[in-house]
């Protein structure tokens, strides 16, 4: 019977890049949250792994005053975690996993994580291949720019470099100082306990 119900729940997770996600959602399907965190958070990487007794993560981010999350995708623990060989300032194809390309690389200092609906990856800080390569790096607006890549920068210490949709750390305009607008979006992980 237990087998069965986990089978259940394993059917309902949804594929892809997921949007405008609730926290009702996720806990119908069973997910419990870990750690939703500011991108203002340092070392985010060192905060979020490992997940003992996990069998599937999610990875998300959000803008701080919503309360829907505005992009995320979910994954196999096992997968999530697993260091690929990535380059840096080179285009590469991510890791096709429950239908979206994923990365992680603890071989780069800044252990970027994320994903993307897209195959193609380009770690400029974040994933910028829509801006870097697709228009030259000349046109980073909002409106040239994927809504489904979600980026981090995971082990910097004095802030986190981050992407949320077609959000930025390098195109996002608030009036305010420089490191302030990293209050202004978040980093959400939920899990799937073992069962």
Aim: charged share 20%; proline share 5%.
């Amino acid at each position: 019977m237990r087998f069965l119900l986990f089978g259940l729940v394993f059917a309902e997770i949804p594929k892809g890049v997921v949007r405008n996600t609730t926290y009702d959602i996720l806990e119908k399907l069973g997910f419990q949250k870990w750690y939703s965190q500011t991108f203002y958070d340092s070392y985010l990487i060192n905060k979020i792994k490992p997940i003992q007794n996990s069998s599937w993560i999610f990875l998300g981010c959000r803008e701080s005053n919503s309360t829907s999350i505005k992009l995320g995708h979910f994954s196999p623990t096992e997968t999530f975690f697993k260091s690929q060989d990535i380059p840096a300032q080179e285009t590469f194809t991510g890791r096709l996993v429950n239908g979206a390309f994923t990365y992680y690389s603890t071989d780069i200092p800044s252990e970027p994580i994320g994903f993307s609906a897209a195959p193609e990856i380009y770690l400029y800080n974040v994933d910028s291949f829509d801006c870097t390569i697709q228009n030259n790096g000349t046109d980073c607006n909002y409106e040239n720019m994927d809504w489904h890549r979600m980026s981090v920068h995971s082990n910097y210490p004095y802030g986190t470099g981050w992407r949320c949709g077609e959000v930025t750390q390098q195109n996002y305009q608030a009036q305010v100082p420089f490191y302030d607008f990293l209050y202004d979006y978040s980093i959400e992980i939920l899990f799937l306990e073992k069962k």
